[in-house]
């Protein structure tokens, strides 16, 4: 069964710190994975799309990593701001392109 | 171009009520998805239509949901009668390409 897995389910670090949070998926065959945040009260808005041969990809203070062996993903934030405090949401597309698989997302807190 | 259209942001209805929600797709996206969001199943999809048709609706939870896609700027999803369970934010997304964008969401609460 296709499914997309993120840890830890909620976050909370101080302004400044650094923080990487984690997806796992199991969507086969594997098509592209995106990270999207999602303010509350708002849709999702894409940070990063990767695809199978892309290992590492950024977008500002946001770098994203994908291991296609390990089905794993990771979002790292650097320098944290207040306004990073959303839900950050692992999607997962399979090769036939139409399968979005969301994981539950992590939910983060950046306190000042 | 504004992005996803979704009217209205927020309804509030009694059980037993029709609810109409509304969604009007990027220009030129060839794609549009229904989801359903909540705290306990996170990121739900309901339907989605290709060019205007429906492709797979086995997300739709029940019969007394119901989708529509008159023409490539338009699109509803209708619940009929609505129940509390149902209660929720519904968000309407647009394709194009690989490229998915999302609209602001419908929340809805039914008493």
């Known amino acids: 069964k296709n499914q997309v897995e993120q840890s830890p389910q909620s976050l909370i670090i101080l302004e400044g710190k650094n923080c990487t949070l984690q997806c796992n998926y199991t969507v086969s065959p594997f098509s592209n994975l995106r990270w999207y945040k999602q303010d509350t009260g708002r849709g999702p808005v894409s940070l990063t799309i990767m695809t199978f041969s892309e290992n590492t990809k950024s977008n500002g203070r946001y770098t994203a990593t994908l291991d296609a062996d390990t089905k794993q993903s990771s979002l790292h934030i650097t320098a944290s701001q207040l306004s990073d405090s959303a839900s950050y949401i692992c999607v997962v597309t399979d090769n036939y392109g139409q399968n979005f698989v969301f994981g539950p997302g992590t939910r983060l807190s950046v306190l000042p | 171009d504004a992005g996803v259209i979704q009217s209205p942001r927020h309804e509030v209805t009694e059980m037993g009520q029709e609810v109409t929600l509304r969604c009007k797709p990027i220009?030129?996206?060839?794609?549009l998805f229904w989801y359903r969001q909540t705290m306990m199943r996170g990121l739900e999809l309901l339907i989605y239509?290709?060019?205007?048709?429906?492709?797979?609706d086995s997300g739709m939870p029940e019969d007394r949901f119901s989708a529509k896609m008159p023409n490539a700027s338009f699109s509803t999803l209708k619940i009929q009668p609505s129940e509390p369970r149902d209660s929720a934010v519904y968000f309407c997304a647009s394709r194009l390409g690989v490229l998915l964008f999302f609209g602001p969401g419908t929340r809805l609460t039914v008493l």
């Open positions: 220009s030129g996206h060839d794609y």
């Open positions: 239509f290709n060019n205007n048709v429906p492709i797979d």
